[in-house]
């Protein structure tokens, strides 16, 4: 229950404070002061056996005592009697709670079975919504409400602070108060016993006085609700997130490249990418950044102008932007025209754009005004030093006036001291930021556009891959308990590459050979030249223990190669249990390219791919990207274009590119795998032998948890983002025989989804959407296609004719954040109005609904749409007409049918 009763929160109409006192400094004398003095306009009940009054308010011995209903009880009392103040909140109504004692999970196994106790408690009472414990508490400005030991009350903004440290809490609020920064939230989450990051996320982006979240972040919790929660916000709004603690080391040893690589900080950085937040590294950021985000669009690219009047700023802003893998903005020749006409002949003509030292307002304005316009210009820093002839405040009110002229950001850096104030006056008013030196305003500018790229890739299209992904799944769950039934949490090579070959990965052939002879007459089968490798389950880096042997020429030499391997093995690892080797055909390829690709189930974020340059150099070159699964080909392509490595495999200095498409393919696979077997801990392909003409694996390793029993988990619980829902695919036939998949639509589908409105009349798109457009965009598109299935589900009915797919329909389900009711919509293409379409996908939905444990469905359509109302009226649905919007309402509730 996401969001349910946050409200009794965070708008209570009225609060108790269980613990109140009269003690100076106590934190129940604190809270009750804070509610007080802060103006919150209901009752607020002091609860103490210990008081009768406390000051001019009436003190109750016990919760069962307070005269009126209440929303929030704010509890300061110690930890060992929270049990039972919860029971007595939930008998007499009370359903939201903020928990400040300390004293459980964070004290050992003692303090950890009084939080389960706590939790036990509260299930017993529907509704009920707790706030830590061993937290700060929580701030409302916009409703008066502070429920916190803080020492004062944060200004009313439009930034939501969340934070899992409830003394930095205290520190941003000084820090705050003294900048005028405002909050419209300001939540310590403690333990976060019930309400977590991901409830908080999807309450805030319902709040129209948020228009940005601020993450203090030291672990995460529930990561497929976090995911699931900022992907939403982060489409409308952004997210900006610290993470302490990156270089904590890992409590298990990784036993495998993959394992070592992802280290625990990079998978955090992956997972934040995914969901589009921003990440900072310094708390001086964090406020800049979100105030940033907040005002400006993002910017549609990374090419930045530099506008100064002294050479020394422009250096430094542009190694600051190269540095952080920014581009300089290349201005055209028309714009360098234009600026010739006024500006000193000894200007730079060029980027930085240095329109000299005695530069005057006119100049500063006229220069940023047409570089704004140029279109090879994303964005624009000016960067002033105060000379003898320079007026700052002046130049700040002309590059106030030019920024005016566009929506492109403009950014300012005024250095020095007092003579640059007024003019830093003027531009914080105008809201244009602006920074002490020039390396501040580039990473200000790099924030604005990694929010532009997270949101480019939330929503960019990926290509369609032509590929077939029909398996033999009871063939692959046979070799996987094949695998697992052998007891060895560590799968042979030969075993591990059966598996991937199953899911359609390319793997070199591989034999085993207990013997030089056996070895030589397989080496002859295969053909020369040939690999010989260690064959143990004892020994995980082969090469480590000189268990490889590369370009094996002949019969003869494969005897000799047996024979020294064993002896190497032997003299390093005499207590391995040695069952022979592996021949496999030597892959040597001029154009040829060794990566590594794998996956590790991370204890936070489940199953996290990664893609690097690979070999026995791996570990040592930390080329990696990592991502976390399932995969598109967008987000594939991303991983390999991060590489330091990606111009070698693009082709380099005239050397041919490896076959991307046949790569990208590998790895969705990859993920699709990985997606499918939640009991693999590590996986490594080690090396991926990737040229122009193959991808083959030519080593393979994987890593099970012999303790996972399938099916005592919900389906993908391993992963932190819901893969494609196949299981919601079917074939149906319409009124006149014709056949049509009905499937979830997905984000390769937007062409045809632009087909399908393209082949609606104006009449059928007023009905659908209750408002009329002249043709479709990709943003739209982007809202329709690329969606969370965790949260909402379109299924398209699609049609191939003469070889091109079409879709015909769409029924479209979107769920609350609570899962109790979703909103339900559907369009049909009109020249297949009349063959029940509409019936068959309306059926479908609510079959879906069922599956999900929607429990309410609501709809509208238009009051002449007659066809849909019948639909409706059909299955159920109760009707509220509106005749002022001319609109009709509906609503049906779900009940679970027989064997759902």
Same mark, same amino acid.
């Given at each position: 229950m996401?969001i349910?009763?946050?409200?009794k *929160?965070?708008?209570?109409?009225?609060v108790t404070?269980?613990?109140?006192s009269q003690?100076?400094?106590?934190?129940?004398?604190?809270v009750?002061?804070?509610l007080?003095?802060?103006?919150?306009e209901?009752?607020?009940y002091?609860?103490?056996?210990?008081?009768?009054?406390?000051g001019?308010?009436?003190?109750?011995?016990?919760v069962?005592d307070?005269?009126?209903?209440?929303?929030?009880?704010?509890?300061?009392?110690?930890?060992a009697t929270?049990?039972?103040?919860?029971?007595?909140c939930?008998?007499?109504?009370?359903?939201?709670?903020v928990?400040?004692?300390?004293?459980?999970r964070?004290?050992?196994?003692?303090g950890?079975?009084?939080?389960?106790?706590?939790?036990r408690r509260?299930?017993?009472?529907?509704g009920?919504?707790?706030?830590?414990p061993?937290?700060?508490g929580?701030?409302?400005?916009?409703t008066?409400?502070n429920a916190?030991?803080?020492? +004062?009350m944060?200004?009313a903004?439009n930034?939501?602070?969340?934070?899992q440290s409830?003394?930095?809490?205290t520190?941003i609020? +000084?820090?705050?108060?003294?900048e005028?920064i405002?909050f419209?939230?300001?939540?310590s989450?403690g333990?976060t016993?019930?309400?977590?990051m991901?409830?908080?996320? +999807?309450?805030?982006?319902?709040?129209?006085?948020?228009s940005?979240?601020?993450?203090?972040?030291?672990?995460?919790?529930?990561?497929?609700?976090?995911m699931?929660a900022a992907?939403?916000?982060t489409?409308?709004?952004?997210?900006i997130?610290y993470?302490?603690?990156?270089?904590?080391?890992?409590?298990?040893?990784?036993?495998?490249?993959?394992?070592?690589?992802?280290g625990?900080d990079?998978?955090?950085?992956?997972?934040?990418?995914?969901?589009?937040?921003?990440?900072?590294?310094?708390?001086d950021d964090?406020?800049d950044?979100a105030?940033?985000?907040?005002?400006?669009?993002?910017?549609?690219?990374d090419r930045?102008a530099i506008?100064?009047?002294a050479?020394g700023?422009?250096?430094?802003?542009?190694?600051?932007?190269?540095?952080r893998?920014?581009?300089?903005?290349?201005?055209?020749?028309?714009?360098i025209?234009?600026?010739?006409?006024?500006?000193p002949?000894?200007?730079?003509h060029?980027?930085?754009l240095?329109?000299?030292?005695?530069?005057?307002p006119?100049?500063?304005?006229?220069t940023?005004?047409?570089?704004?316009k140029?279109p090879?210009v994303?964005?624009?820093?000016?960067?002033l030093s105060?000379?003898?002839?320079?007026d700052?405040?002046?130049?700040?009110?002309?590059?106030?006036?030019?920024?005016?002229t566009?929506?492109k950001?403009?950014?300012?850096?005024?250095?020095?001291?007092?003579?640059?104030q007024?003019g830093?006056a003027?531009l914080?008013?105008?809201g244009i930021p602006t920074?002490?030196t020039p390396?501040?305003a580039?990473?200000?500018?790099m924030y604005?556009?990694?929010?532009?790229?997270?949101?480019?890739f939330?929503?960019?299209?990926?290509?369609?891959v032509p590929m077939n992904?029909?398996?033999?799944?009871?063939?692959?769950q046979?070799?996987?308990?094949?695998?697992l039934?052998?007891?060895?949490s560590t799968?042979?090579?030969r075993?591990?590459?059966?598996?991937?070959?199953a899911?359609?990965?390319p793997?070199?052939?591989t034999?085993?050979?207990?013997?030089?002879?056996?070895a030589a007459a397989?080496?002859?089968?295969?053909?020369y030249?040939?690999v010989l490798k260690i064959?143990?389950?004892?020994?995980?880096?082969?090469?480590?223990?000189g268990?490889v042997?590369?370009?094996?020429?002949?019969h003869?030499?494969?005897?000799?190669?047996y024979a020294?391997m064993?002896?190497?093995?032997?003299?390093?690892?005499?207590?391995?249990?040695v069952?022979g080797v592996?021949?496999q055909?030597?892959?040597?390829e001029a154009?040829g390219?060794?990566?590594i690709?794998g996956a590790k189930?991370?204890?936070?974020f489940?199953v996290?791919?990664?893609?690097?340059?690979g070999?026995?150099t791996?570990e040592?070159?930390?080329?990696?990207?990592?991502?976390?699964?399932p995969?598109?080909?967008?987000?594939?392509?991303?991983?390999?274009?991060s590489?330091?490595?990606?111009p070698?495999?693009?082709?380099?200095?005239g050397?041919?590119?490896?076959?991307? +498409?046949?790569?990208i393919e590998v790895?969705?696979?990859?993920?699709?795998?990985?997606a499918d077997?939640p009991e693999i801990?590590?996986?490594?392909?080690n090396?991926l032998m990737?040229s122009?003409?193959?991808?083959?694996?030519?080593?393979a390793?994987?890593?099970?948890?012999?303790?996972t029993q399938?099916g005592?988990?919900?389906?993908?619980?391993?992963?932190?983002?819901?893969?494609?829902?196949?299981?919601?695919?079917?074939?149906?036939?319409?009124?006149d025989?014709t056949?049509?998949l009905l499937r979830?639509?997905k984000?390769?589908?937007?062409d045809?989804?632009?087909?399908?409105?393209?082949s609606c009349?104006?009449?059928?798109i007023?009905?659908r959407?209750?408002?009329?457009?002249?043709?479709t965009t990709?943003?739209?598109?982007?809202r329709?296609?690329?969606?969370?299935?965790d949260?909402?589900i379109? *299924?398209?009915?699609e049609?191939?004719?003469?070889g091109e797919?079409?879709?015909l329909?769409?029924?479209r389900?979107?769920?609350?954040?609570?899962?109790?009711?979703a909103?339900y919509?559907v369009?049909v293409?009109?020249?297949?109005?009349?063959?029940?379409l509409?019936?068959?996908?309306t059926?479908?939905c609510?079959?879906?609904?069922r599956r999900?444990g929607?429990?309410?469905?609501?709809?509208?359509?238009a009051?002449?749409?007659?066809?849909?109302?019948?639909?409706?009226?059909?299955?159920?649905f109760?009707?509220?007409h509106?005749?002022e919007t001319?609109?009709?309402?509906?609503?049906?509730? *779900?009940?679970?049918?027989a064997?759902s």
């Amino acid at each position: 229950m996401p969001i349910r009763n946050l409200d009794k *929160i965070f708008h209570p109409r009225s609060v108790t404070v269980i613990g109140a006192s009269q003690r100076p400094l106590s934190v129940g004398n604190t809270v009750f002061h804070n509610l007080l003095a802060g103006g919150f306009e209901g009752p607020v009940y002091p609860v103490n056996p210990k008081h009768e009054r406390l000051g001019d308010h009436t003190c109750y011995a016990q919760v069962a005592d307070l005269p009126g209903k209440v929303d929030l009880a704010v509890i300061c009392t110690p930890a060992a009697t929270i049990p039972d103040l919860i029971d007595q909140c939930g008998q007499a109504g009370i359903r939201g709670i903020v928990i400040l004692s300390a004293g459980f999970r964070e004290t050992g196994p003692e303090g950890k079975e009084l939080e389960l106790e706590v939790r036990r408690r509260a299930h017993q009472y529907s509704g009920m919504r707790i706030i830590g414990p061993n937290c700060l508490g929580i701030m409302a400005p916009y409703t008066k409400l502070n429920a916190s030991f803080a020492t +004062d009350m944060p200004l009313a903004g439009n930034v939501a602070f969340i934070s899992q440290s409830g003394a930095l809490c205290t520190s941003i609020l +000084d820090w705050s108060l003294q900048e005028r920064i405002g909050f419209s939230h300001f939540v310590s989450v403690g333990n976060t016993l019930d309400v977590g990051m991901a409830d908080l996320i +999807d309450y805030f982006a319902l709040d129209p006085h948020t228009s940005s979240i601020i993450l203090y972040v030291e672990s995460i919790t529930q990561a497929r609700l976090f995911m699931s929660a900022a992907r939403a916000f982060t489409q409308k709004k952004p997210i900006i997130a610290y993470k302490a603690g990156r270089f904590t080391a890992s409590a298990k040893a990784a036993t495998s490249h993959t394992g070592a690589m992802a280290g625990v900080d990079a998978v955090y950085e992956a997972a934040f990418a995914r969901a589009g937040i921003v990440r900072v590294f310094d708390l001086d950021d964090l406020f800049d950044c979100a105030e940033l985000l907040a005002r400006h669009k993002p910017p549609k690219g990374d090419r930045l102008a530099i506008v100064t009047n002294a050479g020394g700023p422009g250096v430094m802003a542009t190694d600051a932007l190269l540095e952080r893998k920014g581009v300089m903005a290349e201005i055209s020749q028309e714009t360098i025209d234009q600026l010739n006409e006024f500006l000193p002949v000894a200007w730079s003509h060029g980027n930085p754009l240095d329109v000299i030292g005695d530069a005057t307002p006119e100049r500063f304005g006229r220069t940023v005004e047409i570089v704004l316009k140029d279109p090879q210009v994303d964005g624009v820093l000016v960067a002033l030093s105060p000379q003898a002839m320079t007026d700052p405040t002046g130049a700040a009110e002309a590059v106030i006036a030019a920024a005016r002229t566009s929506s492109k950001p403009v950014l300012t850096a005024w250095m020095g001291g007092g003579k640059v104030q007024e003019g830093i006056a003027r531009l914080n008013q105008a809201g244009i930021p602006t920074y002490t030196t020039p390396e501040q305003a580039v990473r200000a500018f790099m924030y604005l556009v990694t929010y532009a790229r997270n949101l480019q890739f939330l929503n960019e299209t990926p290509r369609a891959v032509p590929m077939n992904l029909t398996l033999d799944r009871a063939r692959l769950q046979e070799l996987a308990q094949v695998a697992l039934q052998q007891g060895k949490s560590t799968l042979s090579e030969r075993m591990s590459k059966q598996l991937l070959e199953a899911y359609g990965i390319p793997v070199s052939q591989t034999v085993v050979a207990c013997s030089p002879e056996e070895a030589a007459a397989r080496a002859d089968e295969l053909g020369y030249p040939v690999v010989l490798k260690i064959y143990s389950d004892d020994i995980t880096h082969k090469s480590d223990v000189g268990g490889v042997e590369l370009g094996i020429a002949s019969h003869q030499k494969v005897h000799e190669a047996y024979a020294r391997m064993m002896q190497r093995v032997a003299d390093r690892r005499p207590e391995a249990h040695v069952q022979g080797v592996t021949v496999q055909p030597m892959y040597a390829e001029a154009e040829g390219h060794e990566l590594i690709v794998g996956a590790k189930r991370d204890p936070v974020f489940g199953v996290v791919l990664l893609i690097g340059a690979g070999g026995t150099t791996a570990e040592l070159y930390q080329d990696r990207s990592l991502e976390l699964p399932p995969l598109n080909e967008r987000l594939a392509r991303r991983a390999l274009e991060s590489l330091r490595s990606w111009p070698l495999l693009n082709g380099y200095r005239g050397h041919a590119p490896v076959d991307l +498409d046949r790569l990208i393919e590998v790895l969705i696979r990859l993920s699709y795998f990985v997606a499918d077997f939640p009991e693999i801990l590590e996986l490594d392909v080690n090396p991926l032998m990737v040229s122009p003409d193959q991808v083959v694996a030519l080593d393979a390793r994987i890593i099970v948890d012999l303790e996972t029993q399938p099916g005592t988990s919900r389906p993908y619980s391993h992963l932190a983002i819901r893969p494609y829902p196949e299981e919601f695919s079917r074939t149906v036939s319409l009124k006149d025989g014709t056949q049509v998949l009905l499937r979830p639509i997905k984000p390769e589908d937007e062409d045809m989804w632009h087909g399908l409105l393209n082949s609606c009349s104006p009449e059928s798109i007023r009905s659908r959407f209750r408002y009329s457009f002249h043709g479709t965009t990709h943003d739209m598109a982007a809202r329709f296609c690329f969606i969370d299935y965790d949260r909402e589900i379109a *299924i398209v009915a699609e049609l191939e004719v003469e070889g091109e797919s079409r879709i015909l329909g769409v029924g479209r389900l979107i769920a609350d954040a609570d899962h109790q009711e979703a909103e339900y919509a559907v369009l049909v293409s009109d020249e297949w109005h009349g063959q029940g379409l509409g019936s068959i996908l309306t059926d479908y939905c609510l079959e879906v609904c069922r599956r999900w444990g929607i429990k309410r469905v609501v709809a509208e359509t238009a009051a002449d749409n007659r066809r849909m109302l019948n639909v409706f009226q059909k299955r159920d649905f109760a009707r509220n007409h509106s005749a002022e919007t001319e609109t009709v309402s509906l609503v049906k509730e *779900i009940t679970k049918s027989a064997g759902s």
